[in-house]
């Protein structure tokens, strides 16, 4: 990936739901112009989501996600639906196909996409099929007011459905920025980024890489270095930085090192305010203080990779939670998609920065944790706490 391409995460993510061959493939198709998408006659040929990145003018990058129908059955079809409503947790914009028949089903999820207040484009595709004036007045009551009236097939109407999705994107979205304000043109920021076995070989983690794009963009000068170059990067610059952002391990020698005058921050705070909600993640970090060793902790970690020495969310981040709560402290760790469907059983959460989430994503977890009174937080801050640093560091917005 080069620092011009938009990571998947940053990327505003439009479903398609709708039933059985009701055309969601083909409409994915029409609206980018390209046969992105499988379509077949046969009903069911799109089993898991399938997530395809793609540039959709004038609204920039998108995801679009195909979803299975979700009028499947069978004990396989019960799991494609699952699937397709655990892609509610992270779809910014709906777009609902509507078809011929009694539209129990399509009330049905367009009750709980309202439910998680995701925006809902209406639609009745294959209007070369149907009788148009029927349909659209039967879709009008079930969802109060006029569908759109398109057809894959022969692109009628998909102008119009386009300007749906670049209204309901300036009407709803704004774009985040990781830095919120803390920097202006002209300064100047060192960026402290351990290349540890965490890292990949050759390259630097997403954040870093996002992070630096976006202070060149705001015409920072930015300085790098590693961890245990940190003095040498202060002793060869001719003023002090006005920033150092390190990462959420290197806290405390950051601290120790820096210039007085130097605001201080880390990757996993900046990412905190941009894919979280931070004011929730600082209350919850205060839960740290309240475990013992009777406690039950949940790790989340967005990315699946394989576990390698000296894991953040795996080893050290348990291991400093049980140095301050006792060994007997227990912690579960999830990564990916997998989360608890129900958290009550857990006393804190701690989630990692999500780099590889979009925000929808994050924050259907965070209302999952405040609905049900589980604390929440996530490892930057919560490092910065257990560092007893939370108070000191610079936090964005």
């Not at 003018?57 to 069978?74: E, N, Q, R």
């Not at 009750?111 to 809902?120: H, T």
């Not at 201080?264 to 979280?276: E, Q, R």
């Not at 309240?290 to 990315?303: N, P, Q």
């Amino acid at each position: 990936m080069s620092l011009n391409d938009t990571p998947r995460a940053n990327r505003l993510h439009i479903a398609i739901f709708g039933r059985r061959n009701s055309g969601k493939s083909s409409l994915i198709n029409a609206l980018t112009g390209q046969d992105t998408a499988l379509v077949s006659e046969y009903a069911g040929t799109t089993t898991d989501p399938v997530y395809k990145a793609m540039e959709l003018h004038p609204v920039g990058p998108v995801v679009f996600i195909d979803t299975a129908g979700f009028d499947d059955s069978g004990e396989l079809g019960e799991l494609r639906v699952k699937r397709t409503r655990d892609v509610i947790k992270k779809t910014d914009i709906a777009i609902l196909l509507f078809e011929e028949g009694t539209m129990d089903d399509e009330k049905l999820w367009l009750d709980m996409l309202q439910e998680a207040e995701v925006p809902v484009i209406p639609v009745v595709n294959k209007t070369d099929a149907f009788d148009r004036d029927h349909l659209e007045t039967k879709v009008a009551m079930v969802f109060g007011k006029s569908p759109y009236m398109v057809s894959a097939a022969t692109g009628d109407g998909i102008t119009y459905l386009k300007k749906a999705i670049e209204h309901l994107t300036e009407e709803n979205f704004r774009r985040e920025t990781i830095m919120k304000g803390m920097v202006k043109a002209g300064d100047l920021v060192l960026l402290v980024m351990p290349q540890d076995i965490q890292a990949p070989k050759g390259r630097l983690i997403l954040p870093q890489v996002q992070t630096l794009r976006e202070l060149l963009d705001s015409k920072c000068s930015v300085m790098s270095t590693t961890a245990d170059g940190l003095q040498n990067a202060l002793d060869a610059m001719k003023k002090d930085p006005d920033l150092i952002i390190t990462d959420s391990q290197c806290f405390k020698l950051a601290d120790e090192m820096k210039p007085a005058a130097s605001r201080l921050t880390s990757f996993s705070v900046l990412f905190a305010a941009y894919k979280g909600d931070i004011d929730i993640y600082v209350r919850g970090a205060g839960m740290i203080d309240r475990l013992t060793e009777k406690s039950r902790v949940l790790i989340a970690e967005a990315c699946t990779h394989a576990p390698l020495e000296e894991d953040i969310g795996r080893e050290k981040i348990p291991r400093m939670l049980r140095q301050r709560c006792g060994e007997g402290l227990q912690v579960d760790v999830v990564s990916g998609p997998d989360f608890p469907d129900h958290l009550e059983k857990y006393d804190l959460i701690i989630h990692c920065g999500a780099c590889m989430f979009n925000r929808k994503h994050v924050m259907s977890r965070i209302e999952q944790a405040e609905t049900e009174g589980v604390p929440i937080t996530n490892y930057g801050i919560a490092m910065a706490h257990m560092n007893g640093m939370l108070s000191t560091i610079e936090l964005p917005g």
